[in-house]
């Protein structure tokens, strides 16, 4: 084991390549190669997945015994929390909720990732969005939604 | 008088009433977007996209042409009262326009900006016009061979231009290449990297990919650290630059036209280097070098002119080859396609109408920008003093709108999420979205041109070097590689974007 200190960073990125190298790559085994004259669906990304380990390897290579120039830096756990469900949440029920409904949760979701959001400015923003977005897209621009779904009694 | 014909039509198409109306919603949403920092461009066209489905192929393409141009106009905005650039292009204007503003000269500075932008996008909108049709007839010459050492160039450059370190942007292509794999295989059907969910059959959406690797992440890396900007709203007095100033503005704004022309042209993010390549330029010629940093107006006229006229010429490729320059011009042939456009070589003579109506609305947009902007700069101030966390809810309702709406698919929205926190982390790790974004669209296509060259050159894997033209791209691409790991260079580029960046 090396004591010296390592470019965390450049690591952790080199490993994200192998690791999606090793997955494509494993993947495309399961496909037909083909001759280089008749290339089968699994030829180019096979050729792609060997390139992009080499590439992986040379970078955490490189990383190994290099100081880290800069710092990581603070993570948004908040906004990863609260950012990434919010369009899963829509997709999910924008079919069964309805437009108008699924869109205000949603909003209202997203908006729970700052600390600056207070709970009835953070109401009155998804009441706006969502009657503006009602407004725009579903009577304006007449885009296919349902704006109340079956999921609810009415 | 070929040339005046078309504009003539060209013209006609776009002036006509809804089409000026589409423009002018274009550039004004254009130039929000780049006022507000933490929503790109990219982004917002990716939104919008679907929608654009139910207008005219006109009308939809003018909108997002003007969408593009108008945030490389406000995004100069921000660069100067905020020292924070709107838009990745502007990054050099926030160097001497935020020292401008400082110094009680911010109206001086707004306005240099938009004068410059004007004169450059006039200049390279008769450009587009001057050159798209003879580059088109050699386009159309181009074989499978050729189209793919094309797009190995593109790709090449786009990790040429890409911050940091370029094994980090080489590998950021491939993985967006094989991003591009998964979905079925043109010439087998079987389908790739789909892990048994029927949804994935025709590919990863690329507007949920787009949305995700450029809006959300940008969003998530806004909320790591939540503070108040100060914005430089109450020194604009006087707007107009005096005989003085244009004086100084007239050499560096020719002069940023000319690269960024030049520039716009090549694949892979020309208007970024454009601006880059100004400022260095005119520090290099400036009789006074020290002025730069501390407020120098040839340092804001060089640079936004040179961003404009790339922006402007970037389109070049699109029209003429089907290719695209950048992620937004990737875009744009997205909107091609959902309105049964196929894009490439064929377009000009095709469809007329649409070639040089988009060339001349170019043209209207940056009229309207310049009519617009100057009086409109305190409502666009005023639009920077709206807190952070009011903005980004509302971009997350748009961006699950939008992508949901491109075609009704719950998976499209999970990709979103998915591909948000991939390009989270990435950026996080310090690697540059635009590769990928470009490796994603290009690699179906390469894929495709490799397969067909080399089934007609019956397994013969040297066309690519015995074909002349084919055999020039390489050698280019080859070199532009080279030239990029020359430990000189190397340093130079770091210098480059370090002095960007601070």
Same mark, same amino acid.
């Given at each position: 084991m090396s004591t010296k200190p390592n470019d965390t960073t450049d690591i952790a990125a080199g490993l994200l390549f192998m690791a999606f190298a090793?997955?494509?790559?494993?993947?495309? =085994?399961?496909?037909?190669?083909? =001759?280089?004259?008749?290339?089968?669906p699994g030829y180019f990304p096979a050729v792609l997945s060997a390139v992009l380990f080499l590439l992986g390897a040379v970078i955490l290579f490189k990383a190994l015994g290099r100081p880290d120039d800069e710092p990581f830096g603070r993570i948004a756990w908040r906004g990863i929390l609260f950012i990434l469900p919010a369009p899963i949440f829509f997709g999910l029920t924008v079919r069964g909720l309805g437009f108008v409904p699924a869109l205000f949760i949603t909003t209202l979701i997203a908006s729970q990732a700052s600390v600056r959001m207070r709970p009835l400015s953070a109401l009155v923003l998804a009441i706006v969005v969502t009657?503006?977005? =009602?407004?725009?897209?579903?009577?304006?621009?007449?885009l296919p939604f349902r704006r109340f779904g079956p999921w609810l009694p009415l | 008088m070929d040339l005046l014909s078309n504009l003539a039509l060209g013209f006609g198409v776009a002036s006509s009433l809804a089409n000026l109306a589409f423009c002018l919603i274009g550039v004004l949403l254009g130039t929000l977007i780049g006022v507000l920092p933490g929503i790109g461009a990219t982004a917002t066209i990716a939104m919008l996209l679907p929608i654009t489905f139910q207008l005219e192929p006109v009308s939809s393409l003018i909108m997002l042409a003007g969408i593009y141009y108008g945030a490389q106009y406000g995004g100069s905005t921000t660069a100067i009262l905020i020292n924070m650039p709107g838009e990745s292009s502007s990054a050099v204007t926030a160097i001497d326009g935020y020292q401008m503003a400082r110094q009680g000269r911010a109206g001086t500075a707004l306005a240099t900006a938009a004068i410059g932008s004007f004169f450059a996008g006039t200049v390279a909108t008769f450009l587009v016009a001057i050159f798209a049709p003879p580059l088109t007839a050699i386009a159309l010459k181009f074989g499978a061979a050729e189209y793919f050492s094309l797009m190995v160039m593109g790709l090449v450059m786009s990790v040429a231009l890409a911050h940091g370190s370029v094994l980090k942007a080489l590998a950021m292509v491939v993985l967006g290449l094989l991003l591009g794999m998964v979905g079925t295989d043109v010439y087998t059907g079987a389908p790739r990297f789909t892990m048994g969910i029927t949804q994935f059959a025709d590919g990863l959406?690329?507007?949920?990919?787009?949305?995700?690797?450029?809006g959300i992440a940008e969003i998530l890396r806004n909320l790591e650290d939540e503070h108040d900007r100060e914005v430089m709203t109450k020194n604009i007095s006087r707007l107009f630059p005096t005989r003085d100033e244009f004086r100084q503005m007239i050499a560096p704004v020719l002069r940023g036209t000319g690269i960024g022309s030049v520039l716009g042209i090549l694949p892979g993010g020309g208007a970024i280097l454009a601006s880059f390549a100004s400022y260095t330029v005119e520090k290099k010629?400036?009789?006074?070098?020290?002025?730069?940093?501390?407020?120098a107006l040839a340092g804001v006229a060089g640079p936004e002119s040179a961003n404009n006229a790339g922006a402007q010429t970037s389109f070049i490729p699109l029209l003429t080859l089907g290719i695209p320059a950048n992620?937004?011009?990737a875009l744009m042939i997205g909107a091609m396609i959902i309105q049964g456009i196929v894009p490439g070589p064929n377009v000009v003579s095709e469809q007329p109408a649409l070639f040089w109506g988009i060339v001349a609305s170019m043209w209207i947009g940056n009229l309207m920008l310049v009519v617009l902007n100057l009086p409109l700069i305190g409502l666009w101030v005023k639009l920077l003093t709206v807190p952070y966390y009011i903005l980004f809810p509302i971009i997350m309702a748009m961006c699950s709108i939008g992508v949901y709406s491109v075609n009704?698919? =719950?998976?499209?929205l999970f990709a979103v999420a998915g591909f948000g926190l991939l390009g989270y982390v990435l950026s996080k790790l310090r690697c540059e979205p635009a590769p990928l974004l470009l490796g994603f669209v290009l690699g179906p296509l390469l894929e495709e041109?490799?397969?067909r060259a080399m089934i007609l050159s019956r397994g013969d894997p040297t066309t690519f070097v015995t074909r002349p033209i084919s055999a020039t791209l390489l050698v280019l691409s080859l070199a532009i590689l080279v030239l990029v790991f020359l430990p000189q260079i190397r340093k130079r580029r770091d210098e480059v974007f370090t002095e960007s960046d601070g």
């Open positions: 090793a997955f494509f790559g494993l993947q495309a =085994t399961g496909l037909e190669m083909g =001759t280089s004259l008749r290339m089968g009657i503006m977005s =009602t407004l725009i897209f579903s009577y304006g621009l007449g | 959406n690329f507007v949920a990919v787009a949305v995700g690797v450029f010629l400036s009789k006074h070098p020290e002025e730069f940093g501390k407020g992620p937004v011009m009704s698919n =719950t998976y499209d041109n490799l397969r």
